[in-house]
T-cell receptor, first 114, second 113 residues
């Protein structure tokens, strides 16, 4: 049973436009959410996160929005750049303190066209 | 920049061979993890460790084993590789009870023929 779902396997946008990547989750006990970016043949790198007590977190061109009632979060990238082309993984944390584990979605391949 | 390293990056090996995938980190992190990922699929946690002499099974059953004799080192071993073990293996580490950010190595792409 997949607890973190990224229903769009791929997304293509034009350079300079907004990219919106979506993520849905089923477990209401998740208390922290993270986005990771992964280039081919490399490991994921942390991008941005949000606590369940917030509904928005912004870092430069990246903003994550959380809608707890809908169990939905989204990552906005604006303006999109060709270097943003990568696979983006949504991850959710369950548990507190030292016992947490991250549950990942399947990822969305973002392609930003020049 | 994350200081976590995995070797080898790529490995092609015959069925029945014993292999060890190496993972080392220089950040002094107590928690370390092994994830397995197939193309287009999510990362599945197969092993994790809270610190020296601690090893736990993850969410996905795996025939591999791990050890944690030193804080910085978390190797993964397959006693007898099979084609079903073909996958990408990602090692990660994080602070114990600290931020929730996990730092990943570059991964090992394993192919068993």
């Amino acid at each position: 049973d997949q607890q973190v779902k990224q229903n769009s396997p791929s997304l293509s946008v034009q350079e300079g436009r907004i990219s919106i990547l979506n993520c849905d989750y089923t477990n209401s006990m998740f208390d922290y959410f993270l986005w990771y970016k992964k280039y081919p043949a490399e490991g994921p790198t942390f991008l941005i996160s949000i606590s369940s007590i917030k509904d928005k977190n912004e870092d430069g061109r990246f903003t994550v929005f959380l809608n707890k009632s809908a169990k939905h979060l989204s990552l906005h990238i604006v303006p999109s750049q060709p270097g943003d082309s990568a696979v983006y993984f949504c991850a959710a944390k369950l548990g507190g303190g030292s016992n947490y584990k991250l549950t990942f979605g399947k990822g969305t391949l973002l392609t930003v066209n020049p | 920049e994350a200081d976590i390293y995995q070797t080898p990056r790529y490995l092609v090996i015959g069925t029945g061979k014993k292999i060890t995938l190496e993972c080392s980190q220089t950040m002094g992190h107590d928690k370390m993890y092994w994830y397995q990922q197939d193309p287009g699929m999510e990362l599945h946690l197969i092993h994790y460790s809270y610190g020296v002499n601690s090893t736990e099974k993850g969410d996905l059953s795996s025939e591999s084993t791990v050890s944690r004799i030193r804080t910085e080192h978390f190797p993964l071993t397959l006693e007898s590789a099979r084609p079903s073990h073909t996958s990408q293996y990602l090692c990660a580490s994080s602070e114990l009870g600290g931020t929730d950010e996990a730092f990943f190595g570059q991964g090992t792409r394993l192919t068993v023929v």
